[in-house]
């Protein structure tokens, strides 16, 4: 069965870049998320659009995936792409795989599912300030997950002597089965109705399990969030997953971050931008301002003469970089106020400003500062 496309799951372009991804799987993800959204099928949703948003926003993976498709990410066979050689069918795992995943096996396949597997990944969502987005943070969160069952040790059984192989598989979980088509006769294998695909039958199950191994328990989890994660990335925790099978290593915990915006800062990648209000008097004689940045006040010096919407940088004023110590800066974004309900002194100076007239800005200029001067003694 062919699977969606990623790009089209999030409904981008093959050429979208990193930030219209992230878009895009911030809006789905806010729409197919099953707190919020109860229609059937939502959770399945929600999680296709997370698998593709896990492969698109990391770059090696999108490579691989523009390149292969789904098998350049998911895999096929032991090999692998570039593994390949002429006894894994160049990188696609061997011949039987092949078969054994269109048609469940061809020509008595010995391929079993009674081995150690992998558990279940558990994915959730946290919601983060924008102050420990910036800085990192320590959270508890607590998850319901499968864990081993510590009194059998995950066998299902109540003793060693309850587990036996199963008599109808011979303990290989695979159960084979001959069909007559236009090809011939095609063998395909199905999961043993006995064992469930686990080899084993138990005689007499553990009490504390019922034979399943596993038990759903709540957990904490300590999470150590990483200084500056920023909204729609996620952390991995190996090994916080469900449990695995058969003695297979317990899955993964995929965390996803909302973080809440800031009412004064707002972020793009590493840097910071804020807009700061002046005044009309200080954007034309100057002035030395006291202003927030994530890292503490600082004081920006105001040229006179200043137009609305100039940019200042404050340099290593932003948020450190998740792959090395790398600091953005923070960017001042300066807007000329308008006065309003103007007392008679204000009215005054402003009267007399507009009857300043002159065609050299200078000029014009050191006349508006000598009536600042004047009115402000």
Excluded: W
């Excluded at 009194?151 to 059984?157: D, K, M, P, V």
């Amino acid at each position: 069965m062919s699977q969606k496309d990623y790009y089209d799951i999030l409904n981008v372009g093959k050429s979208a870049n990193d930030d219209e991804i992230k878009r895009a799987y911030r809006k789905l993800a806010k729409q197919y998320h099953p707190d919020v959204n109860k229609e059937p099928g939502s959770e399945e949703k929600f999680k296709e659009v997370q698998k593709a948003y896990e492969v698109l926003s990391d770059a090696d993976k999108r490579a691989a995936y523009d390149r292969f498709g789904h098998a350049g990410v998911d895999g096929v066979g032991s090999g692998g792409f570039g593994q390949g050689g002429f006894g894994d069918f160049g990188g696609f795992g061997d011949v039987g795989d092949i078969f054994e995943q269109f048609f469940g096996g061809f020509g008595g396949s010995s391929r079993k599912n009674s081995g150690p597997r992998k558990g279940e990944d558990i994915r959730i969502q946290m919601t983060i300030t924008f102050e420990e987005a910036c800085f990192g943070v320590q959270k508890e969160i607590k998850l319901q997950r499968e864990e081993e069952c510590t009194r059998c040790g995950g066998t299902g059984a109540k003793s060693k002597n309850d587990v036996t192989t199963c008599s109808r598989c011979k303990g290989r979980g695979v159960v084979t089965s001959v069909q007559q088509s236009i090809l011939g006769r095609v063998q395909t294998q199905h999961e043993c109705p006995d064992c469930h695909g686990s080899g084993k039958k138990i005689k007499n199950k553990c009490s504390e399990c019922g034979g399943i191994g596993k038990k759903r328990q709540s957990s904490t989890i300590k999470v150590k969030i990483p200084e500056g994660i920023d909204d729609g990335q996620q952390i991995r925790l190996s090994g916080k997953g469900n449990a695995g099978v058969n003695g297979g290593p317990v899955g993964d915990l995929y965390i996803y971050f909302n973080v809440t915006p800031d009412d004064f800062f707002v972020r793009e990648g590493n840097n910071i931008y804020c807009e700061l209000p002046i005044t009309f008097s200080q954007a034309a004689l100057g002035a030395e301002i006291e202003i927030p940045t994530i890292h503490g006040k600082v004081k920006l010096n105001i040229p006179s003469g200043t137009q609305s919407q100039t940019k200042f940088k404050l340099k290593n004023k932003g948020v450190k970089s998740l792959r090395n110590n790398y600091l953005g800066d923070q960017y001042v974004i300066v807007k000329i106020i308008t006065p309003k309900n103007l007392n008679s002194k204000q009215k005054a100076l402003f009267e007399e400003l507009s009857t300043i007239e002159s065609t050299n800005d200078d000029t014009i200029f050191e006349k508006i500062k000598n009536v600042f001067k004047r009115f402000t003694k």
